[in-house]
């Protein structure tokens, strides 16, 4: 019905996550119950009331009467935890009123919802295309602030202290979504995360700077550029694609390991970056799934699992962000994991491959075989061949990898950034556990 790893993934939080694994204790609750299409149960809590609660099994959305403003709260994630670990905890029964009315409710507004949509008029090819003319013209006055921005920091110089100021691209970035340009809003955001971010942050900065100047550039030369690399720099200004656009593309058949996960916050807005490893093709694929309100995202498929399904990739240079062409594909849990780990060599090869036809990649997932270690004081992973990349790791990672490891190399998920190596996941014992680096 539901994995732990998913009902992990639901969590806003770290604090979330520890306060419904405590939660996770069938003597904390009382009238646990379900049927198969809701989970529900009473929480004590330190009043005379006990917390309603419930969870709609098809999407993990809940339902709580405790006053938390999180979604979703601590009590439903203990209450799926339960269901997650022993489903005997909670009794089959009819539902209750005040289940059955959130079920109600829920069907009307999604009803409503629905023939609000039908209803919509379509807009016509013309005002469709004066719209696309609209957003173009914005999105060239952003191309222009933007290279004005960059300018103007390297003439004043990466010394000064407008640069280690919030402000400085906070404005810029809301200028940038103003113009229609979200995704140049999405890089100024990372440059301010850079700046003064640790060691060298001076070069790792100016390089991001520099990568940015270029998809400007590139950009305004677009008509000139082949229809890959062009489709790439649009969707990374900002431009969206249709899905019906991308299902109708480029397919991929294969059976797809679910090597790790991470989640970030962006506008109110949680984002899931799903990567999965095709065991066949060696292809790597991004899916994203997206939460707001409390909704759960889709396709929350388990870490560690396999998915023997059909991927639909976006068009662009990376064949990279892709879609599951069905969304209900059955997943296997406990799968042996039959693809051969890279090496450091291997990695770093497809690195500059992959870079070489997309030069604004970030992100380069792997699984890697390798160990902890420490080199001059800093913290590597070292492979069979003894070769080693800097290590990122944050909190109690370092201790947790090293424990999985026992002294002896495994198999390590996670993705190189071009300056070090951070791990989310790795193979522990024959099990594929997900480190907490996926609370970003």
Not at 96 to 103: A, R, T
Not at 166 to 194: C, M, S, V
Not at 255 to 272: G, P
Request: hydrophobic share 40%.
């Amino acid at each position: 019905m539901i994995s732990p790893d998913q009902v992990t993934a639901l969590a806003p939080d770290a604090a979330s996550y520890k306060a419904g694994k405590a939660l996770a204790v069938a003597s904390k609750w009382s009238d646990l119950a379900r049927d198969d299409q809701m989970l529900w149960g009473l929480a004590k809590g330190s009043g005379k009331k006990p917390y309603l609660t419930c969870v709609a099994v098809d999407d993990f959305a809940s339902k709580c009467s405790c006053p938390s403003r999180k979604f979703p709260c601590k009590h439903a994630l203990g209450l799926m935890f339960i269901a997650a670990q022993d489903l005997s905890f909670l009794a089959e029964a009819d539902l209750p009123d005040w289940v059955q009315e959130w079920k109600d409710s829920r069907a009307a507004r999604v009803e409503k919802a629905g023939k609000k949509k039908q209803t919509a008029k379509p807009k016509s090819e013309e005002s469709a295309a004066r719209t696309k003319k609209k957003r173009t013209a914005r999105m060239d006055d952003g191309i222009k602030f933007l290279d004005e921005f960059l300018l103007d920091l390297i003439r004043q110089g990466l010394a000064q202290s407008s640069v280690s100021d919030y402000d400085t691209w906070d404005n810029a970035a809301r200028r940038l979504i103003d113009f229609q340009a979200p995704g140049l809003a999405r890089y100024i955001r990372r440059l301010e995360e850079i700046a003064h971010s640790g060691p060298n942050w001076e070069s790792r900065l100016l390089h991001e700077m520099g990568s940015l100047y270029l998809l400007s550039y590139s950009y305004k030369q677009r008509d000139n550029l082949d229809s890959t690399l062009c489709a790439e720099i649009e969707q990374r200004i900002g431009w969206q694609v249709e899905k019906e656009s991308v299902l109708s593309g480029k397919t991929m058949h294969d059976d797809w390991f679910v090597a790790y996960r991470t989640v970030t916050t962006a506008d109110k807005l949680k984002v899931f970056s799903n990567w999965v490893y095709g065991q066949k093709n060696r292809q790597w694929a991004l899916l994203l799934s997206f939460s707001a309100g409390g909704a759960a995202p889709a396709a929350l498929w388990p870490v560690g699992g396999t998915v023997i399904t059909e991927l639909a990739f976006y068009p662009g240079a990376s064949d990279e962000r892709a879609l599951a062409v069905v969304d209900s594909a059955p997943v296997r849990l406990g799968a042996e994991l039959n693809a051969e780990p890279e090496s450091v060599q291997q990695l770093l090869g497809r690195v500059s491959d992959s870079l070489a036809v997309n030069p604004w990649r970030s992100r380069f997932p792997g699984l890697i075989h390798a160990q902890p270690a420490t080199l001059d004081g800093a913290a590597v992973l070292v492979d069979d061949q003894g070769d080693a990349l800097p290590w990122q790791h944050s909190g109690d990672d370092q201790m947790i990898v090293q424990t999985v490891c026992g002294g002896r190399a495994t198999v390590l998920a996670g993705e190189w950034n071009g300056h070090a190596y951070q791990v989310h996941a790795a193979l522990d014992n024959g099990d594929w556990f997900q480190l907490r680096e996926q609370f970003q």
